[in-house]
């Protein structure tokens, strides 16, 4: 029975996930593709827990739901109508191209999957409950990632710096 | 493993890059290119952290957390772009801004 549940949990994530997904894309205003990003964001966030990463579930609704996209809706609000972003007709052939080269990402990707079905992908490795938890993701960050976690530190600084420097406009620079 | 096998997640993995790869070439907006790009992102760290439950290995969590940092940094730089876009007067359209374009 709760294999039932877990099942519904699971359509129910994954149907919003696309679902949402699909509206980001297709939407013009880049407010409500934003909104639908975070409806995305939070569905996915479900589908973490079901695999056992509760950190990162957390994580992907503070840092993302949270922080980033907030700072998207404010450039969002700071553009005003210039955001909007109507579908503007390009040449037929790239559109088509484009559409075309996407479903044979898809395809690809799904044929390979039936592929390795039956060896590689059932019955998953057995975890503890403490799998995913903050303090086992925290001990592998400061112990085997120490120099991952560094560099990402310096990462985002450098990123943050640029920001900054990319959002003020020298002003005499454009005669 | 109550659920789902892991391969139903990766191919939900699949169909959402699939979305996102086509928000990036379809769209010519640099705000919903960078949302499209973050779709294709997560789909990655779907897969990610799908493969780490199946392996019990826990690096590839710490992989999409980092990926998840990246996507962050990624985000303040494009917004810095565009903004910066705009404060030119340039038109927000990524097919409009190529003056570096070999």
Do not use: E, I
């Given at each position: 029975m709760g294999n039932f549940l877990v099942w519904v949990v699971w359509f129910l994530a994954a149907g919003g996930c696309l679902a949402t997904g699909v509206a980001v894309v297709n939407v013009t205003n880049p407010f409500f593709a934003a909104l639908a990003l975070i409806g995305n964001l939070a569905s996915l966030a479900v589908l973490y827990l079901l695999l056992a990463a509760e950190f990162l579930a957390a994580a992907q609704v503070l840092?993302?739901?949270?922080a980033v996209m907030v700072m998207f809706l404010f450039v969002v609000a700071y553009l005003g109508g210039r955001a909007d972003a109507p579908w503007a007709g390009g040449p037929p052939l790239l559109r088509t191209a484009a559409v075309v080269a996407a479903a044979a990402l898809l395809v690809e990707v799904v044929v390979v999957l039936g592929l390795a079905w039956g060896d590689?992908?059932?019955?998953?490795a057995q975890v503890s409950d403490s799998f995913g938890s903050p303090a086992e993701i925290g001990e592998l960050f400061l112990t085997d990632h120490l120099l991952a976690f560094e560099i990402t530190s310096i990462a985002l600084l450098v990123a943050a710096v640029g920001g900054v420097v990319l959002g003020t406009t020298p002003e005499k620079e454009d005669e | 493993m109550d659920g789902p096998d892991i391969g139903w997640y990766l191919i939900v993995a699949a169909m959402l890059f699939g979305i996102g790869a086509l928000g990036v070439m379809l769209r010519r907006s640099p705000l919903i290119v960078l949302l499209s790009l973050e779709i294709m992102l997560n789909a990655s760290n779907l897969t990610l952290i799908a493969f780490a439950r199946q392996r019990g290995d826990l690096t590839g969590q710490v992989f999409a957390l980092a990926v998840m940092a990246v996507a962050a940094a990624e985000v303040a730089i494009g917004l810095g772009l565009i903004v910066a876009m705009a404060r030119r007067r340039l038109v927000l359209d990524v097919d409009q801004a190529s003056a570096l374009r070999g």
């Open positions: 840092v993302y739901a949270g590689n992908l059932q019955d998953p | -």
